[in-house]
C-alpha cells in the first residue's frame, strides 16, 4: 500500500467522521490555487544575476552596483517580473516618471521610478545570499585550482 493509498484512506476517514461527501473534498482541492514560492523568483534573480555578471566580474570599473542595474534592465528579468506579478504590482516595475532624489542621495544613476523599483527588488533578493558564495562564483582563481586540480585532492587542502 502506497502513500498515496494512505493518504486517499485518511481523507476518506476523516470525510466520514465530518459527514462531508468525498466530492466536495475532490472538487475542493482541484480549485485550489497553487501559488508561486518568494524563493522561486530570488533564485531566478540570483542565476540570471550570475549569469550577467560572470563574464565582466573582475574588470577594471565594474562593480555588483552596475551588474545589478545590468539585470534590472535586461529582457529576461521583464519574463521574470511577469510570471511573478501581475496589474497594478507590475505597472509599478516599468513606471517613467523621474526619480526625484534627496539631497543626502550620493549615486543618482536611476532616472526613473520603475528602475529603481527594480533594482531595489533585486538588491533585496541578492542580499540574502551570503557574500561567501558570490565571493567563491566570481572569483577566478579558485576557479582554476578547482577545475584543474579536482581530481587531485587539492581542492580539500584549499578549504582547510
Same mark, same amino acid.
Given at each position: 500500500?502506497?502513500?498515496?493509498? !494512505?493518504?486517499?484512506k485518511?481523507? @476518506?476517514?476523516?470525510?466520514?467522521?465530518?459527514?462531508?461527501?468525498?466530492? %466536495?473534498?475532490?472538487?475542493?482541492?482541484?480549485?485550489?490555487?497553487?501559488?508561486?514560492?518568494? %524563493?522561486?523568483?530570488?533564485?531566478?534573480?540570483?542565476f540570471?544575476?550570475?549569469?550577467?555578471?560572470?563574464?565582466l566580474?573582475?574588470?577594471?570599473?565594474?562593480?555588483?552596483?552596475?551588474?545589478?542595474?545590468r539585470?534590472?534592465k535586461?529582457?529576461?528579468?521583464?519574463?521574470?517580473?511577469?510570471?511573478?506579478?501581475?496589474?497594478a504590482?507590475? !505597472?509599478?516595475?516599468?513606471?517613467?516618471?523621474?526619480?526625484?532624489y534627496t539631497?543626502?542621495?550620493?549615486?543618482?544613476?536611476?532616472?526613473?521610478?520603475g528602475?529603481?523599483?527594480?533594482? @531595489?527588488?533585486i538588491?533585496?533578493?541578492?542580499?540574502t %545570499?551570503?557574500?561567501?558564495?558570490?565571493?567563491?562564483?566570481?572569483?577566478? @582563481?579558485?576557479? %582554476?585550482?578547482?577545475?584543474?586540480?579536482?581530481?587531485?585532492?587539492?581542492?580539500?587542502?584549499m578549504?582547510?
Amino acid at each position: 500500500m502506497g502513500t498515496d493509498d !494512505k493518504l486517499l484512506k485518511e481523507i @476518506k476517514n476523516i470525510c466520514k467522521v465530518k459527514k462531508i461527501p468525498l466530492e %466536495q473534498v475532490f472538487n475542493y482541492v482541484n480549485n485550489l490555487r497553487v501559488r508561486k514560492k518568494k %524563493q522561486d523568483i530570488g533564485e531566478e534573480i540570483f542565476f540570471l544575476f550570475i549569469r550577467l555578471a560572470r563574464p565582466l566580474w573582475g574588470k577594471k570599473g565594474w562593480s555588483k552596483r552596475k551588474a545589478m542595474v545590468r539585470v534590472a534592465k535586461h529582457l529576461r528579468f521583464k519574463k521574470i517580473l511577469d510570471k511573478y506579478f501581475k496589474g497594478a504590482d507590475r !505597472k509599478a516595475f516599468e513606471d517613467t516618471t523621474l526619480k526625484e532624489y534627496t539631497e543626502k542621495s550620493f549615486i543618482k544613476d536611476l532616472r526613473t521610478v520603475g528602475l529603481y523599483k527594480r533594482y @531595489k527588488l533585486i538588491e533585496n533578493y541578492l542580499s540574502t %545570499q551570503s557574500n561567501e558564495l558570490l565571493d567563491l562564483i566570481f572569483d577566478r @582563481k579558485n576557479y %582554476q585550482i578547482l577545475s584543474k586540480n579536482w581530481y587531485k585532492g587539492s581542492w580539500l587542502k584549499m578549504n582547510d
